[in-house]
RNA sequence: GGCCCCGUAGCUCAAUGGAUAGAGCAGCAGCCUUCUAAGCUGUUGGUUGCAGGUUCGAUUCCUGCCGGGGUCGCCA
């Protein structure tokens, strides 16, 4: 239940009784929020001010209405008009009990919609080349992914989590050949690695087991025999120590999508770029000079062939055949995304990281160019996240040798605290991960307090059944509980925030930005860690009270709520709620 | 030079176009015979980079500047 959506359609109809002459548009730009400042009451309406000026009234006048049709709503105790048109709501306290016994009904679905009617979206998110373990650097994009790809089946999308494998391009073609020197070695070769190859160690295992598969065999053969049979179990090799990673960051995909299937005679390039043609929006041109490039000597105007992209709103048309006859990692990608829609994705979402918002226009244009139009692709861009050691920030690149490992992190600071982390900024804004930080046991670190919060929840419950053995505590006599007695300030403020989770949850997912989620749940914990402290002074607004039984079962009606929150949150963010912290 | 992101309290950051712009940290003043002080309460602190525009209303949308970061024909 969702108070906010609920009052929504209340004002709607309301207006639409009042003025019947109001076009749905103009009622659908009525919102219902909580007002910032608590002395404006419980919901707050823009109505009046939004459909006062498109159908020639006064905002008041329009809004003095409304609130004399919201009179005789049993749930409303008084509305007042505000401002230059606000319409405040004041609630009454059997409404927020309401709620509360809907958080109990519901349990894991308190907060779960049918938003997205069950149509398919497609999020892509990692995608990272498969030429060695994962580094820090791809850490943002996968649990941003991750919970975004959560939070948007949570409120009822048929999600898709992708990882794009770049497995056709010549990178693969170097780490195949850095593989077999590995595998030289593994025969008693002394090797020296030429700068361009991979130099880490973790292709060690790969030469090992390519010389205890092969003896000697490759040795005396041509790169042109070898390289595809080295390259394939590299590949997988790579695929293996990616997956491992992503499993200890615990981020899930469905689908491992290869480009390499999409190369070949007849294959969806081919295919892709035919049917482009087709539709007239392939041609043989040159190109500007792009700016970027001052020095003439490295620029060569040549004809090729390019897709119209410019028509699609990008900068420029874009390239697809290279020099050497291949296809660009552009024409590629334009056959997958048309591979997506074909595979009735009309939604889809890509998380990349900022050095590539280059790429963003293309992408959009190439989605908008296969679908007819009929698909829209969201381009999620994950900024920088600087790591910093003793303040020192330090670089890392995956061919230099002191690479800092996406498992080196999770290892370092725990999987929990590397997510919550990372979703407790906004995507688009650049940031840094503070190891000394993160490991902070304090209100400094959001994800202990949030996770300190949930097990209080639990302490509390223990407490109960240990201080108040009569008590029963199953979870059929809880939900019986006297509601109606949580009348105190502290318990309807708190109940107030457990009431904003749905909508909470609604603007994360139409927004794409899962740190709404995180920030939520550490303003929940805020309140819940507060009311807590309230039972200091006043022993009449503890949670388990002796002296009141009733009471107490209320309290623990309203704390199981709150734990329910938190687990639904966090469980939305791929993080832990621990029942205690050690 | 083009494109993208950012600019909000001393610091790190929030705020689907709403009212007097909010949290945490740091600073200051308090709270432990306690349902775990890994916590809580109070308080100081602002020309939301600048200038225009749209709007009943702009931190938010548009234009132009300033500053920081990223990126820039066939790498992936």
């Not at 030289?184 to 295992?205: F, H, M, T, W």
């Not at 280059?358 to 244009?365: D, F, I, M, P």
């Not at 992190?409 to 725990?414: D, L």
């Not at 949850?505 to 507060?530: G, S």
Request: hydrophobic fraction near 45%; proline fraction near 4%; glycine fraction near 8%.
């Amino acid at each position: 239940m969702d108070i906010f959506a609920d009052f929504a359609a209340r004002v709607a109809a309301a207006l639409k009784t009042l003025y019947p002459e109001a076009s749905a548009e103009l009622i659908a730009r009525a919102v219902v929020e909580p007002p910032r400042d608590p002395g404006h009451g419980d919901l707050s309406s823009n109505a009046a001010m939004v459909v006062a000026k498109p159908l020639g009234k006064n905002p008041r006048d329009v809004a003095v209405a409304l609130a004399e049709h919201f009179k005789s709503d049993p749930d409303v105790t008084s509305v007042e008009v505000a401002g230059p048109g606000f319409l405040n709501f004041r609630l009454d306290e059997p409404v927020w009990h309401r709620i509360l016994k809907s958080v109990d009904t519901l349990g894991a679905e308190y907060g779960r919609s049918d938003l997205g009617r069950s149509e398919k979206v497609n999020v892509e998110y990692v995608s990272a080349n498969p030429t060695g373990p994962m580094h820090v650097g791809h850490t943002r994009g996968a649990v941003f992914g991750d919970a975004l790809a959560s939070l948007l089946a949570y409120v009822g999308y048929d999600v898709t989590r992708e990882y794009y494998i770049n497995d056709a391009g010549g990178q693969v073609d170097v780490l195949a050949q850095s593989a077999f020197l590995r595998y030289r070695e593994a025969l008693g070769a002394v090797i020296d690695i030429p700068k361009g190859l991979y130099p880490g160690d973790y292709l060690k295992p790969v030469g090992a087991a390519l010389a205890a598969e092969f003896g000697e065999s490759l040795l005396s053969r041509h790169e042109a025999e070898w390289l595809p049979l080295v390259k394939e179990r590299v590949l997988a090799a790579m695929m293996d120590l990616v997956r491992a990673d992503l499993a200890n960051l615990g981020v899930k995909h469905d689908v491992f999508f290869s480009e390499r299937t999409l190369h070949g005679q007849g294959g969806d390039i081919d295919l892709t770029l035919q049917w482009l043609r087709d539709e007239g929006l392939i041609y043989q041109g040159t190109l500007e000079r792009p700016k970027g490039i001052s020095h003439d000597d490295e620029w060569e105007d040549r004809e090729q062939t390019l897709f119209r992209a410019k028509d699609f709103g990008d900068d420029t048309d874009r390239a697809l055949v290279k020099s050497d006859g291949s296809y660009t990692y552009f024409a590629a990608d334009i056959a997958y995304h048309r591979n997506k829609y074909l595979r009735g994705f009309k939604h889809m979402i890509n998380v990349l990281g900022a050095d590539h918002s280059g790429y963003v226009k293309r992408l959009q244009a190439a989605v908008k160019a296969v679908s007819g139009g009929e698909a829209d692709m969201d381009v999620k861009i994950m900024q920088l996240v600087r790591l910093l050691k003793n303040g020192e920030p330090f670089k890392m690149s995956k061919r230099s040798g002191d690479l800092v490992l996406l498992s080196d992190v999770v290892e370092e600071v725990g999987r929990d605290a590397t997510r919550f982390m990372l979703l407790y900024r906004r995507n688009e804004q650049a940031m840094d991960f503070d190891f000394a930080l993160v490991k902070e046991h304090t209100r400094d670190n959001p994800v202990f307090y949030v996770q300190y919060a949930h097990a209080r929840t639990c302490s509390v419950f223990r407490t109960a059944e240990s201080e108040l053995p009569a008590l029963n505590l199953n979870a059929e006599h809880l939900a019986a509980a006297p509601l109606e007695l949580l009348v105190s300030p502290a318990d309807i403020e708190l109940i107030k925030v457990v009431a904003q989770w749905p909508r909470t949850v609604t603007a994360a997912a139409l927004a794409h930005e899962p740190h709404r989620i995180a920030f939520y749940l550490y303003e929940l914990a805020a309140a819940f860690h507060a009311f807590w402290a309230k039972g200091k002074d006043d022993r009449t607004l503890r949670f388990v009270n002796p002296e009141d039984l009733k009471l107490t079962l209320a309290r623990l009606a309203l704390v199981g709520a709150v734990r329910q929150v938190l687990v639904n949150g966090l469980t939305v963010l791929g993080v832990s709620a621990p029942q205690e912290l050690s």
